[in-house]
């Protein structure tokens, strides 16, 4: 038994020093898992910046576990969570799905297949963070949010119960089905009466998402890769104002929609073509669908050319709202033809970035409320102006 154990830790010792120190792909805990299946055929993806690992992690998962027929590795692009290849793991036979650098966002329950998440969690030295937030922020009095992606979630709790515990007014929002402090490109929580948003990582798509969704904080970056600290600045209520204009000048005439879905992995979702199409139907709207691979530019420009008067973009909503200013007709995402449609109310002082948000209406992925589908004038609702009266500008 102690030869064996030695031989099993210079076989980890031996692929552990390949892969970045810092990064935790949970290789020990994936052959575990593997030992105990008599017969596997894996597949495996990975997001950009990661396929460089690819070719090494299929030789480590190969020679640690002899349960393994074949591996297959995904060659199209992976955004995200969302972008979870269980089809295509079902069409080519094999047993499940190892996803690695994003969180849980289809249910286990609804996948075709297995599927082994691997948050890629990283780790860094975060002593840094605590001189500075133990500078910047002396008062227990001062709120302080901190979010960030999946990898450094794990982070986010250690700098919570360490030094920082009795600093200040710490805080550590969620979005369920979300782990604490994590947010997407699409779904960031709305924190009410909070000024500073503290967020760790590196890019400006996450981060923006946040901005979104809060529109008068103050928004702090660290990047813990170059361990710079940026106070960052959106032009956010200009997004705000020109995705209102979008809708403002779909208006006139809302008589033919379109409905644009994505086809890379769960991209996009049926149940919420469904629920537009019910809606447009009973505002007496011709409604067309589209489906298609990788969402770009140029193939939203083509669309544009069609005889449609407005696309409804389901696949990212983030796609609607950084892409539409280049279009001629309008690009909306479910939200706003809600709003268009009078299902929903135009928000003044922030954008709901609520796409996979388990409390959200009909337009979001987990809604399935049939109460979601009355128009506004319907409901009692608290606000004295809708989106058309309103003429604010910040």
């Known amino acids: 038994k102690g030869l064996l154990c030695k031989k099993i830790e210079i076989f980890y010792w031996f692929f552990y020093k390949k892969f970045p120190q810092n990064f935790n792909f949970e290789i020990k805990k994936t052959i575990d898992y593997l030992k105990k299946v008599k017969k596997a055929n894996l597949f495996l993806q990975f997001p950009d910046g990661l396929e ?47 996803h690695y650098g994003h969180s849980c966002l289809v249910p286990l329950v609804e996948s075709l297949v297995l599927i082994f998440f691997v948050f890629l969690e990283i780790k860094f030295d975060f002593s840094l963070i605590n001189n500075i937030l133990k500078e910047y922020f002396p008062k227990k009095q001062i709120n302080l949010s ?61 981060l923006e998402s946040i901005m979104l969704a809060n529109l008068f904080s103050r928004f702090l970056q660290f990047n813990p890769f170059s361990q710079i600290l940026n106070l960052i600045g959106y032009k956010a209520v200009e997004i705000l104002q020109e995705r209102k204009f979008q809708i403002l000048k779909s208006i006139f005439n809302p008589r033919k929609i379109g409905l644009l879905n994505g086809s ?123 989106f058309f009266f309103s003429v604010s500008h910040f």
């Not at 027929?69 to 060659?75: A, F, L, N, P, R």
């Not at 805080?171 to 929580?189: A, D, V």
């Open 52 to 98: 460089y690992f690819s070719s090494l992690m299929v030789n480590t998962l190969d020679s640690g576990s002899r349960g393994i027929e074949e591996i297959w590795v995904g060659s199209r692009i992976t955004y995200g969570a969302c972008c979870i290849e269980d089809y295509l793991t079902k069409s080519i036979s094999a047993s499940f799905t190892i």
């Open 146 to 206: 901190i979010l960030s992606t999946i990898q450094f979630v794990s982070s986010l709790k250690n700098l919570k119960n360490g030094n920082l515990k009795n600093q200040s007014f710490f805080f550590i929002p969620q979005i369920k089905p979300l782990s604490p402090g994590e947010i997407l490109g699409c779904t960031s929580p709305y924190i009410e009466s909070l000024i500073n948003i503290f967020y760790i990582g590196d890019g400006r798509f996450h």
């Open 264 to 386: 890379i992995g769960r991209q996009g979702n049926l149940e919420i073509s469904k629920k537009l199409e019910e809606i447009l139907d009973i505002r007496s709207c011709q409604n067309l669908h589209f489906k298609t691979s990788e969402i770009s530019l140029d193939k939203l420009r083509i669309l544009n050319e069609e005889n449609l008067d407005i696309v409804t973009q389901i696949a990212c909503p983030r796609l609607s709202i950084d892409w539409g200013i280049s279009l001629i007709k309008p690009l909306l995402t479910p939200y706003e033809t809600g709003i268009l449609l009078r299902f929903a109310l135009w928000k003044n002082f922030f954008y709901p970035m609520d796409y996979y948000s388990k409390k959200s209406p009909f337009w979001s992925n987990y809604s399935i409320k049939k109460s979601d589908y009355k128009p506004f004038f319907f409901q009692k609702l608290k606000q004295n102006f809708y």
